[in-house]
């Protein structure tokens, strides 16, 4: 079956740096688009970035764009998110996603908490 399994979640200052990883199984991984969501407590789940089969194509929100990088090892079937100059209002847990088919696969989410 399909699996997402997201780490590397913690409590940073702003201005920090975090990476989180997404360990991906039960697919074929290089052949999906990956991407990063978030969501906040009380807000709805939004993309902050995806990446094409290869990596060489990527793609983040407005609020993460220049802060974030997205990035994917095919070959160990990972996923990652570089999260650089982090904002208070990058709080959120932090979840893996791959649709397949007419569906979405979720991983379990990671917190991430950005606070002084």
């Known amino acids: 079956q399909v699996q997402l399994v997201e780490s590397g979640g913690g409590l940073v200052q702003p201005g920090g740096s975090l990476r989180l990883s997404c360990a991906a199984s039960?697919?074929?991984?290089?052949?999906?688009?990956m991407k990063w969501y978030r969501q906040a407590p009380g807000k709805e789940r939004d993309m902050v970035a995806s990446?094409?089969?290869?990596?060489?194509?990527?793609s983040y929100a407005d609020s993460v764009k220049g802060r974030f990088t997205i990035s994917r090892d095919n070959a160990k079937n990972m996923m990652y998110l570089q999260m650089n100059s982090l904002k208070p209002d990058d709080t959120a847990v932090y979840y893996c996603?791959?649709?397949?088919?007419?569906?979405?696969?979720w991983g379990q989410g990671t917190q991430v908490t950005v606070s002084s």
């Open positions: 996603h791959v649709s397949i088919g007419s569906r979405g696969y």
């Open positions: 039960g697919f074929t991984f290089r052949n999906y688009y």
């Open positions: 990446i094409s089969y290869r990596g060489d194509s990527t």
